[in-house]
């Protein structure tokens, strides 16, 4: 007989995506829906953590996880949000990019790429060396998360289904906003990973976790 163990914590964005663990949306839970209005209200909230002076948390709401192995769960609530603060970590990743392949002080700027990279959307396995990726997304919309938004590379806008073209799109907002944040700082990759840094500790969610176990 199986029996199902409900925990709830609070827990940070960090906490979330920098333990090892890793996230799927199961193969039918819905496609990537958010609009502007959403990436708006989320990129203020996050403004909001990462201005002097400004919020030094903020509420992101329910998140429900179910698991069998503590290690891999699947995002049962809260997919949205999730994968939308992906793209935002991915647009900080981006216009980092940008900064070493213009030769703005690469080194040092690789690895802070190279950091987020690792503890915010994938890492290598030590055990088969193969890149595993903090999360999965549904069957619709991994192949062009994976493909073309973890790489950071060009980003083709034909043959795709709405909600891939939604994805694009939310990469470019953010990507668009992130730029203008960091504009003209005296280190602006500095800037790019210390946004990424206090937005993932300062916006947390109440993580209702279910485990099913023998």
Do not use: C
């Not at 163990?5 to 039918?28: A, Q, S, V």
């Not at 949205?80 to 216009?95: E, F, H």
């Not at 073309?148 to 073209?165: D, I, M, N, T, W």
Request: glycine letters at 6%; hydrophobic letters at 35%; proline letters at 3%.
């Amino acid at each position: 007989m199986s029996a199902t163990n409900f925990n709830t914590r609070n827990d940070t964005y960090r906490k979330l995506m920098g333990n090892g663990l890793t996230y799927r949306i199961p193969r039918f839970q819905r496609d990537y829906s958010w609009g502007e209005d959403e990436w708006e209200d989320l990129w203020t909230d996050t403004l909001g953590t990462v201005k002097e002076g400004g919020e030094p948390a903020h509420y992101m709401g329910y998140l429900v996880l179910q698991s069998d192995d503590d290690k891999t769960f699947d995002v049962i609530d809260g997919q949205q949000r999730l994968t939308t603060l992906s793209l935002i970590v991915l647009a900080a990743m981006k216009n980092l990019q940008r900064f070493i392949d213009a030769g703005h002080d690469p080194e040092r700027t690789k690895q802070r790429l190279d950091q987020l990279r690792q503890t915010y959307i994938g890492y290598l396995d030590p055990v088969t060396l193969v890149a595993r990726s903090k999360l999965t997304l549904n069957r619709n919309n991994d192949t062009y998360y994976q493909t073309y938004l973890v790489p950071l590379g060009h980003l083709p806008q034909r043959g795709f289904k709405a909600s891939e073209h939604l994805l694009r799109r939310a990469f470019e907002w953010f990507d668009k906003r992130v730029r203008e944040y960091s504009k003209d700082q005296s280190d602006e990759p500095m800037v790019l990973a210390q946004l990424v840094e206090t937005m993932s500790d300062r916006l947390f969610f109440t993580v209702i976790n279910t485990t099913t176990r023998l």
